[in-house]
C-alpha cells in the first residue's frame, strides 16, 4: 500500500500545473457562455438537425479512423475544404440571424449595461394591449383569421411596404373590421407601431422550419417567418379553430388564454418603473418647490 502511495506521489510530482490567473479565468467565463449561447441558439433553429447529419458523418470519419480506412480518409482529407464551405452555406440564414442579434441592442446590453439607471419608454400603452386582447378573442370566437405584428426594436419598413398604409390608432373595432371576410384589406398582415396600425394586407416571409405541425396553414407559417428574421410579436388567429397563439424569435406558441397572451404583449411592452434615485430626486425637488411657495 505504501508502495501504490509513494508511486502516486512521485507521478503526480512530475505533473505540472499550468498557473491560473484572472485574465484565464476571464477567459474559461467568456468562452463557456458563448458556448452555452451557441448551444441554445442551436436547439431553437432547424440547424439542430442539419447538426445532428453532421455529428453522424463526423462518426463515419472516426469509425473510418479506428479501421484504418485509407482510401476513405484520403477522400475526407481532400474534401475538407469543400465540406467547411458547404457547411458554411446551409447554415447561412442561421449564421446572417446569429449575427444580426449580436448587433441588436438588447443582448449588448445584457452583456454591458449601457442604460443602467435611464427610464425607458414603454412601446405601447396598457389601453393598447386591452385592445389587442379583446379584437384576437372577438375574432377567436367567430373564427375570422388575423395576422398581427408588433414591431419592437428592428423596423420591419421593408415589409410595410408591401401592404397598404393605414396608419391610424389600434382600436379593436378597427382590427376586427380589417380582417372582416371578403374585406378589401382582409388578406395579409397588420404591421403595429407603437399604439398605431401603420399597415395592412402586409405579406410576410414564409418560415422553412420543417419542425412545424404540417397541419399550420400560410398564415402561421408567415408568422413564424417574420419572428424569424426580426425581434417582433406576431400574433396569429386560426381561421379554422379560433385558437389564439404567437410566434417569437422563431417559436410558435399555440392556443394561448387570454391571460397569457396580456403577458406576451405586457413583456413585449417593455415596460419599466423609474428608479428610486429619480423618485427621491423628484420627490425632494417638489418638497422644496412647495417651501418656496410658502
Known sequence: MQDIASMLSGYLSKIALPSI??????????????????????????????LKGILVVLVFILVAYIFKMNTILWMVSNLANVLIIGVIIIF?????????????????????PFDTGKEVKER???????ELV??????GEVKTGALIVIEQEIKLTEYER?????????????????????????????????????????YLPLSDNMELSKQLGT???????????????TIIVSEETGHVSIAKDGRLTRSLTSSQLRDALVKAQNKKVLDNKKLRHLLKGRVKHEEKAD
Open 21 to 50: 490567473g484572472i485574465i484565464d479565468i476571464i477567459e474559461i467565463a467568456l468562452i463557456s457562455f458563448f458556448v452555452y449561447q451557441f448551444m441554445v441558439w442551436i436547439k431553437f433553429t432547424r440547424a439542430y438537425t442539419l
Open 92 to 112: 447561412q440564414p442561421e449564421l446572417r440571424k446569429v449575427l444580426e442579434q449580436l448587433g441588436q441592442k438588447r443582448i449588448m446590453a445584457a452583456l454591458i
Open 124 to 130: 405601447f400603452t396598457d389601453k393598447t394591449i386591452n
Open 134 to 139: 379583446k379584437a384576437c378573442f372577438d375574432m
Open 162 to 202: 408591401t401592404g397598404i398604409n393605414v396608419d391610424a390608432v389600434l382600436t379593436s373595432q378597427l382590427l376586427i373590421n380589417i380582417f372582416e371576410h371578403n374585406t378589401p384589406l382582409h388578406d395579409g398582415a397588420v404591421i403595429v407601431r407603437g399604439n398605431r396600425i401603420v399597415a395592412a394586407t402586409c
Open 219 to 233: 398564415r402561421h407559417r408567415a408568422g413564424v417567418g417574420i419572428s424569424e428574421v426580426s425581434d417582433s410579436l
